[in-house]
């Protein structure tokens, strides 16, 4: 009996205790060179959407961009963020706030055209970053 209290209390330890993701680092140049955009921009919200043809809805991210650095220039830019039932979250979720300013590294997404993905905890970066984007950025860098 004292064996199965103990596996049971192992159990409900393992279970409640947090569970925080891990992601493989990325130097500056990789990241800069996997991203097929990077831009400025602010987060100002999302939607769900059901595209015709596929049965699942689609959580969209919408960032407002201020300037272009790499790729082709846009006014809007969509992110395929998770849709999961309300207060749920898996420890690889990233998630944005309304009004989130800074450098956004996006990956366009494999399975739709137009929407991109920050896949990555190094895939933002604030506005203080901003000399050192300049500098990655710079000819003399490459």
Same mark, same amino acid.
């Given at each position: 009996? #004292? $064996?199965?209290?103990?596996?049971? @209390?192992?159990?409900?330890?393992?279970? /409640?205790?947090?569970?925080?993701?891990?992601? *493989?680092?990325? @130097?500056?140049?990789?990241?800069? +060179?996997?991203?097929?955009?990077?831009?400025? *921009?602010? $987060?100002?919200? #999302? @939607?769900?959407? +059901?595209?015709?043809?596929?049965?699942?809805?689609?959580?969209?991210?919408? =960032?407002?961009?201020?300037?272009?650095?790499?790729?082709?220039?846009?006014?809007?830019?969509?992110?395929?963020?998770?849709?999961?039932?309300?207060?749920?979250?898996?420890? /690889?979720?990233?998630?944005?706030?309304?009004?989130?300013?800074?450098?956004? $590294?996006?990956? =366009?997404?494999?399975?739709?055209?137009?929407?991109?993905? /920050?896949?990555?905890?190094?895939?933002?970066?604030?506005?203080?970053?901003? *000399?050192?984007?300049?500098?990655?950025?710079?000819? /003399?860098?490459?």
């Amino acid at each position: 009996m #004292k $064996f199965i209290s103990c596996l049971l @209390t192992c159990y409900a330890l393992i279970i /409640t205790n947090p569970v925080h993701a891990a992601w *493989a680092g990325m @130097t500056d140049q990789e990241l800069i +060179k996997q991203s097929d955009v990077i831009i400025k *921009a602010t $987060f100002i919200g #999302k @939607t769900i959407v +059901k595209f015709p043809g596929i049965p699942k809805k689609r959580l969209l991210g919408i =960032l407002k961009i201020e300037h272009v650095y790499k790729g082709d220039p846009a006014d809007v830019v969509l992110l395929s963020l998770p849709l999961r039932p309300s207060n749920v979250s898996v420890s /690889t979720d990233i998630s944005h706030a309304v009004g989130q300013n800074g450098f956004w $590294f996006l990956r =366009l997404h494999d399975e739709s055209e137009g929407i991109y993905l /920050t896949d990555h905890p190094q895939r933002f970066w604030s506005l203080d970053q901003q *000399a050192k984007l300049m500098q990655l950025l710079s000819p /003399t860098a490459q």
